[in-house]
């Protein structure tokens, strides 16, 4: 709880941040994810479940859930679709796309229900 909230203050201050910037060119998207990974049949957080973040060529980003299933990254700005897979053993893979929009922070919150192997 304490890491959420913690999290939440660290990016409503870059929002003002960004929102006091003089620099007029701003204009792609910072975009904020988070979610849970859990169980699909026992409903259960699932630690440690990797996160990875791609464009169309590579993985950019890797993070893990923490032992409550909670998860967040920032891939940063310039991306208007990108792909985010969840993979743990013992459970079979899953992605989700996004795209981003056009405000110049967005928060998406994106849930993984992982199906047991």
């Given at each position: 709880?304490?890491?959420?909230?913690?999290?939440?203050?660290?990016?409503?201050?870059?929002?003002?941040?960004?929102?006091?910037?003089?620099?007029?060119?701003?204009?792609?998207?910072?975009i904020v994810i988070s979610g849970?990974?859990?169980?699909?049949?026992?409903?259960?957080?699932?630690?440690?479940?990797?996160?990875?973040?791609?464009?169309?060529?590579?993985?950019?980003?890797?993070?893990?859930?923490?032992?409550?299933?909670?998860?967040?990254?920032?891939?940063?700005?310039?991306?208007?679709?990108?792909?985010?897979?969840?993979?743990?053993?013992?459970?079979?893979?899953e992605s989700k796309t996004l795209?981003?929009?056009?405000?110049?922070?967005?928060?998406?919150?994106?849930?993984?229900?992982?199906?047991?192997?």
């Amino acid at each position: 709880m304490i890491k959420k909230l913690l999290f939440i203050l660290f990016i409503s201050l870059c929002y003002f941040l960004f929102l006091s910037c003089e620099e007029k060119s701003l204009v792609d998207p910072v975009i904020v994810i988070s979610g849970l990974v859990t169980d699909s049949v026992t409903g259960l957080p699932v630690d440690s479940a990797k996160l990875c973040y791609e464009d169309s060529v590579q993985c950019l980003i890797n993070v893990y859930s923490d032992s409550s299933g909670y998860y967040h990254f920032s891939p940063g700005w310039g991306y208007t679709e990108f792909i985010i897979y969840c993979i743990k053993e013992g459970y079979y893979p899953e992605s989700k796309t996004l795209r981003s929009t056009k405000f110049k922070i967005a928060f998406e919150n994106i849930d993984f229900k992982l199906k047991p192997k």
